[in-house]
């Protein structure tokens, strides 16, 4: 079945900006999404089709795709923006929608 | 505006059978697929299969199949995840969601809050 590999973990300071990855063969032909989820919250959908934002969501937030790796990043980042990211995708093949490790985002 | 609204949390042994219920609002239930996703302690999301209320056509993930079971109530706009022999491992977070369907593309658009299940000895 489809695999997708995230980093546990990514750390960045305050106001830089964090690059979150997501590796899975042949994810240049698949439209990838991204979640947020905050402690002791639901996962909230942040990037949907490798780069457009939902209503809401900061323009802080962007997706990307080059090759075999699909990167959300996030601008200026701000400590409210501590989180898990999840990578995602449907696997049109088995019809599963798959979802990546995850990746903790900490805010130095 | 679209809300999903679970059911509280739930305590039980091992052995036992519960159903778990999410609601949907704000949009027409019948034409939207509805996800189940697992979140073990401490763990990342696993898909669990998904649900079309309009039929009740149903898929599992290969984690599930045969242990779970979806159904839906579009009288009262419904779903449900069940189960009928609980198992200490089924001790996890339960999200309900949307999913969005369209140019070959399937996603989670909105969520649940997430129903608690604690299944012990």
């Known amino acids: 079945s489809y695999v997708l590999t995230q980093p546990p973990s990514v750390s960045v300071a305050p106001g830089k900006t964090a690059s979150i990855t997501c590796g899975g063969n042949?994810?240049?032909?698949?439209?990838v999404q991204w979640y947020q989820q905050k402690p002791g919250q639901g996962p909230v959908l942040v990037i949907s089709?490798?780069?457009d934002r939902p209503s809401g969501i900061p323009e802080r937030f962007s997706g990307s795709k080059s090759g075999n790796t699909a990167t959300l990043t996030v601008s200026r980042v701000e400590a409210g923006d501590e989180a898990d990211y999840y990578c995602?995708?449907?696997?049109?093949?088995?019809?599963?929608?798959?979802f990546g490790g995850g990746t903790k985002l900490t805010v130095l | 505006e679209v809300q999903l609204v679970q059911s509280g949390a739930e305590v039980k042994k091992t052995g036992e059978s519960l159903r778990i219920s999410c609601k949907g609002s704000?949009?027409?239930?019948?034409?939207?697929?509805i996800g189940w996703v697992r979140q073990m302690p401490g763990k990342g999301l696993e898909w669990m299969g998904v649900?079309?209320?309009?039929?009740?056509?149903?898929r599992y993930g290969p984690s599930f199949q045969g242990h779970v079971a979806f159904s839906v109530d579009t009288s009262i706009n419904t779903a449900y995840l069940q189960w009928s022999s609980l198992r200490a491992s089924d001790t996890a977070m339960y999200y309900c969601?949307?999913?969005?369907?369209?140019?070959?593309?399937?996603?989670?658009?909105?969520w649940g809050q997430g129903t608690l299940v604690t299944v012990s000895s």
């Open positions: 969601a949307r999913i969005y369907y369209y140019d070959s593309n399937k996603f989670f658009d909105s």
């Open positions: 704000g949009y027409n239930f019948a034409n939207w697929w």
């Open positions: 649900i079309y209320p309009g039929d009740s056509d149903t």
């Open positions: 042949n994810i240049g032909t698949e439209r």
């Open positions: 089709y490798d780069g």
């Open positions: 995602q995708v449907w696997d049109s093949s088995t019809d599963y929608l798959v």
